[in-house]
Each structure stands twice: as structure tokens, then as C-alpha cells.
């Protein structure tokens, strides 16, 4: 009976310690490095429908930067949060990241926030637009807000 009570504690832990991928509807905040192709200006009062990738990195508390997150408000469900800090030297951990199909709407910068406030070394130079399609999108370290389907990867 011990040894039962041993093993399904520990597969009680090994299964908490597995991360799975979340699905749902509702709404997904992005604070830190993301990617989107709609074509607005940035602002809260310019909403499109398009697609969102939220990609926070980890965090280097050395930087002078704060860590980056992902805000969940699912339609059904409790609200549920992901900070880049908590991933921070887990070896091979993987970061979660997040899509989502939706109303969007985003901002450039973070608002004087200081998760992505750049210097040279901690930011890559811009690159020229490519194409029409490019310069009609978003991709880099701000702030972005999308009402739609969402799925997190590792949350």
C-alpha cells in the first residue's frame, strides 16, 4: 500500500510538470515581442480582424528590462497569466507562446512599461519592408490586445 502511495504521488508530480496546450475563445494581452498582419496604424482605437503571435523571450533580469507576458481572459474558465521570469534558467524549458485569430489592435512600444524599452544590444536593427503585405503589419516588442480564438503552445 506504501509503495502505491509513493508511486501516484509521483505521478501526480510528473503529470503537474508536463505542459499541454490550451484552447479557447475569449481574450489574449501581449506584453513583449509579437507579430500581426493587420493593416491599422497602432492604437486602441484602430481594431482589425487578423492573426496575432505572442512570442515573449525569456528573461535577463541583468538587462535593466522587465519580464514580458502573456494575459489570458477566457470566455469560459478562469483568467489565467504567463510570465517570461518564470521560465527563466530551466535549462531546456520551453517558453510559451500564443496564437490567435481576432480583433486586434496593438502599440509599437510598451508604453513606458520597461519590458521591451530597447538599446542597441538588446534589439535588432530594422529591416527594410520586403513587400506591401510586410509593411501592412506589425512585428517587434510592444503591446497587443486580440478578442478571438486563441491557442497557447506550452501553457
Same mark, same amino acid.
Given at each position: 500500500?506504501?509503495?502505491?502511495?509513493?508511486?501516484?504521488?509521483?505521478?501526480?508530480?510528473?503529470?503537474?510538470?508536463?505542459?499541454? /496546450?490550451? =484552447?479557447?475563445?475569449?481574450?489574449? =494581452? &501581449?506584453?513583449?515581442?509579437?507579430?500581426? /498582419?493587420?493593416?491599422?496604424?497602432?492604437?486602441?482605437?484602430?481594431?482589425?480582424?487578423?492573426?496575432?503571435?505572442?512570442?515573449?523571450?525569456?528573461?535577463?533580469?541583468?538587462?535593466?528590462?522587465?519580464?514580458?507576458?502573456?494575459?489570458?481572459?477566457?470566455?469560459?474558465?478562469?483568467?489565467?497569466?504567463?510570465?517570461?521570469? /518564470?521560465?527563466?534558467?530551466?535549462?531546456?524549458?520551453?517558453?510559451?507562446?500564443?496564437?490567435? /485569430?481576432?480583433?486586434?489592435?496593438?502599440?509599437?512600444?510598451?508604453?513606458?512599461?520597461?519590458?521591451?524599452? &530597447?538599446?542597441?544590444?538588446?534589439?535588432?536593427?530594422? =529591416?527594410?519592408?520586403?513587400?506591401?503585405?510586410?509593411?501592412?503589419?506589425?512585428?517587434?516588442?510592444?503591446?497587443?490586445? &486580440?478578442?478571438?480564438?486563441?491557442?497557447?503552445?506550452?501553457?
Amino acid at each position: 500500500y506504501s509503495r502505491m502511495k509513493i508511486a501516484l504521488t509521483v505521478l501526480v508530480f510528473a503529470l503537474h510538470q508536463v505542459s499541454a /496546450d490550451w =484552447s479557447g475563445t475569449g481574450e489574449l =494581452s &501581449c506584453y513583449g515581442h509579437l507579430a500581426t /498582419d493587420v493593416s491599422t496604424p497602432e492604437g486602441g482605437g484602430n481594431l482589425q480582424r487578423g492573426k496575432m503571435d505572442c512570442t515573449i523571450v525569456e528573461w535577463d533580469g541583468s538587462s535593466g528590462l522587465g519580464p514580458e507576458a502573456m494575459f489570458f481572459k477566457p470566455q469560459s474558465g478562469g483568467d489565467f497569466e504567463v510570465w517570461s521570469w /518564470d521560465y527563466h534558467d530551466w535549462g531546456n524549458w520551453p517558453m510559451p507562446y500564443a496564437h490567435c /485569430d481576432g480583433d486586434i489592435w496593438y502599440k509599437k512600444d510598451d508604453m513606458g512599461v520597461g519590458y521591451c524599452t &530597447c538599446t542597441p544590444a538588446h534589439c535588432p536593427p530594422a =529591416s527594410p519592408w520586403k513587400s506591401l503585405e510586410e509593411e501592412r503589419s506589425y512585428t517587434g516588442c510592444g503591446f497587443a490586445s &486580440c478578442v478571438g480564438t486563441i491557442t497557447c503552445y506550452g501553457c
